[in-house]
């Protein structure tokens, strides 16, 4: 199934999307749970109770969609470096303070937080912050948690994962390298676009799919993750060794190589540019810089 988070008539809702993508029929729920998008729904599911009936379907050009999570319940989950070329791309681009010498591929997945109020949907702009112009996407399949749990291993992880969505994981490069660490300049305001909806695990294999994405229309990420350094249930067994995970919480993959910094000179975004990123199996997640 996918599940969207909308605004119609001035109210949130929350649906299923139709298989051909013209549809979305809301849940009958509480404006509060609304508010949460699919939050309240893989909440729902991980206690094994049945979906919330349904209403009448809205045709999907009359809604317009949010963030599927608009409010995460705590920091989003990030892993930085965890495409091999990409890493490589990251460690020579100069930007890289987690990197000693002669290091460019990790021995452990690294990982690091963007704060929930940085979420914005499909469509949303990219806010151009006036303390940096060393901005840069990145295009990152993104795990939904379904059922939680600490001390998870590697064999059962794929049973925690109740399906996928995509994140653009937009960093302030230098406030990445000057601060020497990667909260503070992939935190920023509208900083985590995410859309267009969550996925089902049962839809999309997300262990081998293509990422990619455009920025006015040019190619710049093409991969797969397929060739991720860490895999899926390595990350959720990191995480979960002393971190208890819950329904709902979101974990960003990582980005393939052609990141803006990857370029001589540099390719950052600037005003009136647009970000577009693909994943196969879910969609496509486009939003414009301001
Ligand atoms: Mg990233």
Redesign the pocket.
């Known amino acids: 199934m996918k599940i969207a988070a909308f605004h119609y008539q001035a109210q949130a809702g929350v649906g299923l999307v139709s298989a051909d993508l013209q549809s979305v029929q809301p849940f009958d729920m509480s404006p509060a749970e609304r508010e949460l998008g699919a939050q309240t729904i893989i909440e729902r599911l991980a206690r094994g109770e049945a979906l919330p009936p349904l209403l009448p379907a809205l045709a999907l050009a009359d809604v317009k969609l949010t963030a599927p999570l608009p409010k995460p319940r705590r920091n989003i989950f990030?892993?930085?470096k965890?495409y091999f070329a990409h890493a490589r791309e990251f460690s020579g681009s100069g930007f890289d303070s987690s990197a000693q010498a002669g290091e460019d591929i990790p021995a452990d997945p690294i990982f690091f937080t963007k704060v929930p109020e940085s979420v914005v949907g499909p469509g949303a702009a990219i806010e151009m912050p006036a303390v940096s112009s060393a901005i840069d996407y990145?295009a990152?399949l993104t795990v939904i948690i379904g059922r939680g749990g600490k001390g998870i291993t590697a064999k059962d992880a794929m049973a925690h994962v109740w399906g996928y969505t995509i994140i653009n994981?937009v960093?302030a490069r230098d406030w990445q390298s000057r601060h020497k660490q990667w909260h503070l300049g992939?935190s920023f305001d509208t900083f985590c676009p995410m859309g267009p909806w969550l996925v089902s695990a049962d839809e999309c294999d997300g262990t081998k799919t293509a990422v990619r994405c455009y920025v006015n229309g040019e190619l710049r990420q093409n991969a797969s993750t397929a060739d991720l350094i860490f895999d899926i249930p390595k990350l959720i067994e990191t995480l979960s060794a002393g971190i208890t995970l819950y329904p709902g919480d979101v974990i960003?993959t990582?980005?393939p190589v052609g990141v803006g910094i990857g370029f001589k000179p540099p390719k950052y975004l600037k005003a009136g540019d647009v970000v577009r990123v693909e994943i196969d199996g879910i969609g496509s997640l486009e939003n414009p810089v301001h």
């Open positions: 990030c892993v930085g965890n990145e990152e994981d960093t992939k960003a990582g980005t």
